[in-house]
């Protein structure tokens, strides 16, 4: 039986992140930050942003006592900013005018983080690593997209059928305890907050404006879901109940190992996501220290895979590289031939035809796929 192709989990087509990488000046770069940000928008969850904005701060060049502050500061303090930082991560620059607009909130950030270490006298020390098993990652992320529904007045999966379909065990029950926990207290802050009948901080406008899409009957349905949810996990983990459920692997896990050149910037050629490679018949690589051109052919419909830094499934008497002689110049026109021209190109440059290497290594450019 044929297997099925593994697609993106996202809606929104995914952007190349390698071709906006190859961005040099200044205007290039905030330009490709534009043509992506529907796509962050839309697809990028609060966690992942987050996550990449603690990840940035590490690396931002403030001080150790201004990073311990930041990273102390609840997580609707990132509202915005946590997008930049996610761009950043996939493109490896962060354009000026984000970096301004990150330091323009400097002072925002240092406050909120001075008054969760005061409030919960919170000790400095090494982050606790989390190992988080695979259905956790599922409930989590159908935890998020419950909340958003309800949020936005739609009909939403509760907490207890949740449950009910992604099986936890005790530790990842107290994990999504905490989670949701933590998450409620931003949005009983947000209820505090708009009570208010005198003037507002900063914080206090900017935590208001960046749910201003939440009307006052979703907030309170909100602060339900929140209540309920957290007594159905209670519940949930008394019972003892063990339900069990496969999570289809993300594909990005299933490529993350895999070693390859991104881009090269002198051929001004970028490697398509490989993610890609999942499930197609084709595939289509240049190693750019042996200058060599090589195709990965399926041998059945199923298609391609890969496991760690290999590419699987590929038949090794269709498959083949040819050394380029002319490496620029052929590669050029490659790159512009359509799908069903591209076997007659190769076929007529000179050259014999050699077995394919399994492994995928960092020379090497991913070029097509079919």
Do not use: C
Not at 82 to 87: E, K, N, S, T, V
Not at 151 to 163: D, H, V
Not at 200 to 213: I, M, N, T
């Amino acid at each position: 039986m044929a297997k099925s192709k593994n697609r993106s989990q996202y809606l929104t087509t995914e952007p190349n992140w390698a071709v906006h990488s190859l961005a040099t000046t200044e205007d290039e770069r905030y330009a490709a930050w534009r043509s992506t940000n529907y796509f962050v928008h839309q697809e990028i969850s609060d966690r992942e942003s987050n996550k990449a904005f603690r990840d940035w701060v590490k690396t931002s060049g403030w001080t150790k006592d201004i990073q311990t502050r930041v990273l102390a500061a609840p997580d609707y303090a990132y509202i915005s900013i946590g997008q930049h930082a996610w761009f950043s991560s996939k493109v490896g620059y962060m354009p000026q005018q984000l970096r301004d607009f990150i330091e323009k909130k400097l002072e925002y950030l240092l406050e909120q983080g001075d008054k969760k270490l005061a409030s919960k006298e919170v000790a400095v020390s090494k982050p606790k690593v989390v190992v988080i098993r695979p259905n956790l990652g599922q409930f989590l992320t159908a935890t998020d997209e419950s909340l958003d529904n309800v949020q936005t007045g739609k009909k939403y999966q509760s907490m207890e059928s949740l449950l009910n379909s992604i099986g936890l065990n005790a530790k990842e029950v107290e994990e999504a305890h905490k989670e949701l926990s933590d998450n409620k207290q931003e949005f009983d802050e947000l209820a505090r907050v708009r009570k208010l009948k005198g003037p507002r901080s900063d914080w206090d406008e900017q935590l208001v404006e960046g749910y201003a899409f939440i009307n006052t009957p979703n907030l309170r349905k909100t602060l339900k879901w929140f209540a309920e949810g957290l007594v159905s996990l209670e519940t949930f983990k008394t019972s003892k109940k063990v339900v069990r459920r496969k999570k289809p692997q993300d594909p990005r896990k299933i490529v993350s190992r895999l070693r390859y050149m991104k881009a090269e910037k002198d051929l001004k050629i970028a490697s398509i996501n490989p993610v890609d490679i999942l499930g197609s018949t084709e595939v289509w690589t240049y190693d750019i220290k042996r200058k060599r051109l090589g195709v990965y052919m399926s041998f059945d419909k199923g298609g391609l895979t890969v496991h760690g830094t290999s590419i699987q499934g590929y038949d090794d008497k269709l498959s083949y590289e040819k050394t380029l002689r002319k490496h620029e110049e052929q590669l050029k026109g490659f790159m512009k031939l359509s799908k069903k021209a591209i076997q007659d190109y190769v076929g007529k440059i000179r050259g014999k035809q050699m077995p394919v290497k399994t492994r995928i290594n960092p020379n090497m450019l991913l070029l097509k796929v079919q």
